[in-house]
């Protein structure tokens, strides 16, 4: 299993949360650091929005993007590997 299949996999046993949740609660659900969450969204690279000082997240948005990525990054591999 590559890291990009097993990434997918846990993005997809994410618990739905119905709703918006903050910066803290995503992290906490995605199991990452903080830090690195809020580098990502302020970077556009997963979706938020700002309310105030505040970061807010649709769970279901963030659960697509991420699983988009990591399908991504599995197919980029790929290529490497079969030398295209």
Not at 16 to 31: R, S
Not at 65 to 79: C, G, I, K, P, S
Request: glycine share 10%; proline share 4%.
């Amino acid at each position: 299993m590559r890291a990009g299949e097993k990434y997918a996999r846990y993005i997809e046993g994410m618990k739905p949360t119905a709703g918006f949740i903050d910066l803290a609660g995503l992290a906490g659900a995605l199991n990452l650091p903080t830090a690195w969450v809020r580098s990502e969204a302020l970077a556009g690279r997963i979706p938020c929005f700002r309310a105030g000082r505040r970061l807010w997240f649709d769970v279901e948005q963030v659960r697509a993007t991420l699983l988009d990525r990591a399908n991504e990054n599995a197919n980029q591999q790929v290529e490497v590997f079969n030398g295209r």
